[in-house]
């Protein structure tokens, strides 16, 4: 089970750049990265209504939604909606490699310092060297990558 968890998780991955281009063609066909963001968000809604209803997942309270902070409610689709769009709109100008490539460097970064400090609920995991190694190697395969 332990290396099952990775391997779903590296296979995820590689859904992100076909999701790229396609919502690229989409914005050819629309005219608009905003538009097709919304396209993509209104197919991924309408999956995710049927899969709750196929698996007859409870509906939570009017309580519990109401306990819900601001920030919550907000968060993860703000994030979405931006990093779709910007994804429409930066994959076709540098590339899948290039954009992935800092996609993910952004997004270890940003991870080691969430973890460091334990934000948003994550357990706290310190930065050390190994840590910042790691991330300037992955930096450094990003700039390989983009030169040649």
Known sequence: MYLLLPLVAF????????QAGINAQLKGFLGNPVHAAL?????????LVVLTLAMRLPLP?????AGIPWWAWMGGGCCGAIYITMV???TPRLGASTTF??????????????DHF???????HPINPWRVAGALLLILGVILIRRF
């Open 101 to 114: 490539g800092l996609i993910v460097a952004g997004q270890l970064i940003m991870s080691m310092v969430l």
């Open 39 to 47: 396209l993509s968000f209104m197919v991924g809604t309408t999956l």
């Open 61 to 65: 309270s009017g309580k519990t939604l």
């Open 118 to 124: 334990g934000a948003v609920g994550f357990a706290i």
């Open 88 to 90: 429409i709109l930066l």
């Open 11 to 18: 296979a995820v991955g590689m859904l992100l750049p076909f």
